[in-house]
């Protein structure tokens, strides 16, 4: 602080008492200056933290990807790919089977008659799911091998930190007495990579298996067994198809291949896997979370943008001034609603409601109902929805408030009515701030905790969105969510640890991101008032 | 509004304006609509209100003296046993039923429900502990950084940018400042969950709220104000004093008991720095130093509804606990946020200029 410039021109202040050099006025400017400047570098000391803890996220998750395709384990997830896209086909033959059982129960059949029937056709069901054991068994070999070396070579690399951490405290013969071996990956690959002429024969064999059994599936004589019986061919010839690019895949993966660090970054921010504590990989990526949290967010938009804003324009607008002072304070009130009590009354309440409602007989027509998860996207939304429609309404009334009252008037000289008035003037000049309003509303769903963690269902999937308006009502997992349930018990410094830091600053830089729109858009289109 | 009135206004309408148009038409279904939805709204609000209000009264209150359940209010969460003695069902909380088994020598088979007996005392007093604490260190940062943006701080390219950049951070999700909360003050600094690591997360959560509504509202006091009191002769401080604050306090305080609402309110960003799921203690029982008492996790409410909610077993006794824990809650919450609009109308009237 500049002593000097604080006592004015003419020294009409010196007469002022001083401590240490300082008087009075000065010493409470630098106490406020103080406030101010530790308050601003402690919010700026947020981000840095949240850099810096997510920023060791990427070496660490290159190394762990790094290693994951050295020790070879990434040839065998390959070949299991193939070996889950044959269990797919396995299962779906299962449900026929167990279609059948069922069919063959409703039609009054008793059990030893439906075993006599079932009989018929037993063979083929048994010698389908024996064509997958070879290529089970190839796979689990392989797996053993290969993750032997690597969970040799990561107890070999504990045993050297332990060395370090021995030799730096001065036990030099205790350090000695450590036998470390080196892990030469490449060694057991060879086994495996040796092995596949195997893996291709295993493959002919399985190629002419398939086609050898399919002339022969049995005729159930029913329509529906008929037609899902169909599609299995069809299935099953697909699956053939595939066989060939399964294998290309096989034979052109290379162990040596680098990892580039963007390779860490794309298969973080574009990864369609969210798998922690697994044996063979852990995978770290953002697209199921994401999309649950957009999810979520739409489903809460949905109801809350025409309900917040059609809420202030009445408010603003329509309603009789003593319903105004109502209802305005009744909607900021409910903004104060605890999150986590709102979340409470969608588990108790609001989530069976909707699955009994799901269930009602006349709602029967709808294909994806009756719902079977009581605790889904759309519950969540919709509780969301409540949470966001205080803040839209807020911000929207005050955009509509700011417009100036001649505009109104002018137009009701014109004649117009007034909902021409509202639809064609009001709105339009106040359109800047209501959008920001529903960015920022936005910016709350998308930044919720509590309702999510309650209400979401927690499931670790990207939603099918190919299912169309059904999608609402599967169970999804969020990225508020994912943190607040599994930060609790990471290791501190882990991969997993800065794992979620990374989804903590993605989130902390999507709401930085609304909040700027937000305000720009405001600025931007601000009306000139003459 | 009497229907008679309805009546008479549209009668007038229809003198005024003449027959009714297809527009007329439009205009009053488009209302009608608005109403509808408006309505709808407060309606889904209510009905969480009254859910709660209504099955959570059930365990607050007693039909007989002294009217409130004290056990609930005064005890802490507890086994819950159920069982039947002699022909008649009892139900106990694990204290109550240890010295009701003493004068008993047969064997009492029971059934234990966790987190449904006892009380909610201790989530009650550590909320009101971390409130009080957060808000300290928040009202203090807060207030006296907007006085030093408002009055002191010279208008410019940096002023803008720190102002753009706490407003920007008042939008920021509670669980980003939790896990900022637990990486650096739990891990980093080395507090652990303790209410102190608490207390700084909820402030800082809150302090760009506080900061940016406490120098908006200073901001709004006409410069003519501050301009006559320095042509007077006053300093800055005098003026400041005298001419700043007393108007802007209505503002202030709006704006700090909402901070204490967001920040009674709050789960996510307690649950890895201060609030535990059970602690036997007080938070002020068996400390060995005093400063031990900022060194210890406490229980909350919010944090307690989520476990209570999310972690246990349900059945008709935990629903018990849970609705009382949620009304209890939201009555304590909704104090805070009430008086905050009622002040703020209040306060709007009483300063004009």
């Known amino acids: 602080m500049d002593k000097r410039s604080s006592k004015t021109r003419y020294q009409l202040a010196s007469n002022r008492k001083s401590f240490l050099g300082l008087t009075k006025e000065s010493a409470l400017k630098g106490l406020f200056g103080g406030n101010a400047f530790v308050s601003i570098v402690v919010l700026g000391l947020i981000t840095l933290f949240l850099f810096k803890e997510g920023a060791g996220f990427f070496g660490q998750y290159r190394d762990s990807l790094l290693l994951y395709r ?82 040799s070579y990561q107890e070999m690399q504990n045993l050297s930190e332990h060395r370090e ?33 195997e893996y291709i024969k295993i493959n ?45 895949n096989v034979l052109a993966w290379e162990r040596s291949r680098p990892v580039p660090i963007s390779e860490a970054f794309t298969s973080f921010i574009f990864g369609k896997k969210w798998v922690t504590n697994s044996s063979i990989q852990d995978w770290y990526g953002l697209i199921p979370l994401m999309s649950g949290s957009l999810l979520v967010a739409m489903v809460a938009m949905f109801f809350a943008v025409p309900l917040g804003v059609g809420a202030a324009i009445y408010v603003n607008q329509v309603a009789r001034s003593l319903e105004r002072d109502l209802i305005k304070p009744y909607i900021e009130f409910i903004s104060a609603i605890p999150s986590v009590v709102i979340g409470f009354f969608g588990i108790a309440v609001f989530g069976t409601l909707i699955r009994e409602v799901s269930g009602w007989e006349s709602l029967a027509w709808i294909d994806f109902f009756p719902i079977s998860e009581r605790l889904n996207a759309f519950t969540a939304g919709g509780l969301l929805a409540l949470m966001a429609i205080p803040t839209i309404f807020t911000l929207a009334e005050d955009a509509l408030n700011n417009v100036p009252l001649s505009y109104k008037e002018a137009s009701m000289a014109m004649g117009s009515t007034r909902l021409q008035t509202i639809v064609r003037i009001i709105v339009p000049t106040a359109l800047s701030g209501i959008i920001s309003a529903v960015l920022l509303g936005f910016g709350r769903v998308i930044g919720e905790t509590m309702v999510v963690l309650l209400c979401a269902g927690n499931r670790i999937e990207i939603p099918r969105f190919a299912e169309g308006i059904g999608v609402v009502f599967e169970p999804v997992h969020t990225m508020t969510g994912i943190i607040a349930q599994e930060l609790g018990e990471v290791v501190h410094g882990s991969m997993h640890y800065r794992a979620l830091f990374m989804v903590g600053l993605v989130l902390f830089l999507i709401s930085l991101l609304i909040n700027y729109f937000a305000q720009k858009i405001v600025m931007k289109f601000q009306i000139s008032r003459g | 509004m009497s229907p008679s009135k309805t009546v008479v206004r549209e009668s007038m309408e229809k003198s005024l304006f003449g027959k009714s148009t297809k527009s007329k038409l439009v205009e009053r279904l488009v209302f009608a609509l608005f109403r509808l939805g408006t309505y709808f709204v407060l309606l889904c609000a209510a009905t969480i209100f009254v859910d709660i209000v209504y099955k959570g009264g059930k365990t607050v209150f007693r039909s007989e003296f002294p009217f409130l359940n004290v056990e609930f209010l005064s005890d802490s969460p507890q086994t819950l046993h159920v069982f039947e003695y002699q022909g008649r069902k009892y139900e106990m909380s694990d204290s109550n039923f240890r010295s009701f088994r003493q004068g008993i020598d047969e064997p009492i088979v029971t059934e234990t429900y966790a987190y449904s007996g006892g009380g909610i005392w201790p989530c009650i007093a550590g909320t009101l502990l971390l409130v009080a604490g957060a808000m300290i260190i928040a009202m203090t940062l807060g207030v006296l950084s907007a006085i030093f943006l408002s009055e002191y701080s010279r ?64 901001r709004a006091i006409p410069q003519g104000m501050r301009d006559a009191s320095f042509a007077l002769g006053a300093t800055q401080w005098t003026t400041i004093r005298t001419n700043v604050l007393p108007y802007a306090m209505p503002g202030i305080l709006t704006s700090s008991i909402i901070g204490v609402a967001r920040v009674a309110g709050e789960t996510a960003p307690i649950m890895f720095t201060a609030a535990y799921a059970l602690r036997d203690q007080l938070p002020w029982e068996g400390l060995e130093r005093w400063y031990d008492l900022f060194f210890q996790g406490v229980m909350a409410l919010p944090y307690h509804i989520y476990v209570v909610s999310a972690k246990i077993p349900q059945n008709e006794y935990t629903s018990r606990m849970q609705y009382g824990t949620a009304f209890v809650f939201l009555f304590i919450v909704a104090a805070i946020a009430l008086s905050s609009i009622l002040l703020r109308i209040r306060m709007r009237k009483k300063y004009r200029w």
Do not use: C
């Open chain 2, 155 to 218: 208008p410019g390219k940096i002023l803008n940018a720190v102002r753009l950049s706490i407003l920007n951070l008042a939008g920021v999700p509670s669980i980003v400042f939790g896990i900022f909360g637990m990486g650096m003050f739990v891990l980093a600094f080395g507090w652990n969950v303790s209410l102190i690591a608490g207390w700084f997360t909820l402030a800082l959560m809150v302090l760009p709220i506080i900061i940016s509504a406490s120098e908006e509202s200073m």
């Open chain 1, 204 to 248: 002919e064999n399985l190629i002419r298996g398939i086609e050898g059994i399919l002339p022969s599936t049995p005729d159930f004589g029913d329509a529906e067994l008929q037609a899902k019986t169909e599609r299995f061919k069809e299935l099953a010839e697909m699956f053939i198809e595939e066989v060939s690019k399964f294998e290309e």
């Open chain 1, 70 to 151: 050295q020790s070879g384990l990434e040839y065998v997830e390959l070949m299991r790919g193939q070996q889950n896209a044959l269990s797919a086909l396995t299962r779906y033959l299962n449900s026929i089977r167990s279609r059948q059982i069922e069919k063959l129960a409703e039609e009054g059949y008793d059990f030893q008659e439906s075993r006599a029937i079932m009989e018929e056709s037993e063979d083929f069901f048994y010698d389908f799911e024996d064509l997958a054991v070879p290529l089970r068994e190839h796979v689990i070999e392989a797996n053993e091998i290969l993750s032997a070396a690597r969970d």
């Open chain 1, 165 to 197: 951490s021995l030799l730096k405290s001065g036990r030099q013969d205790e350090a000695d007495a450590l036998e470390i071996r080196e892990i030469d990956f490449a060694l057991f690959f060879d086994i495996v990579k040796s092995r596949e002429s």
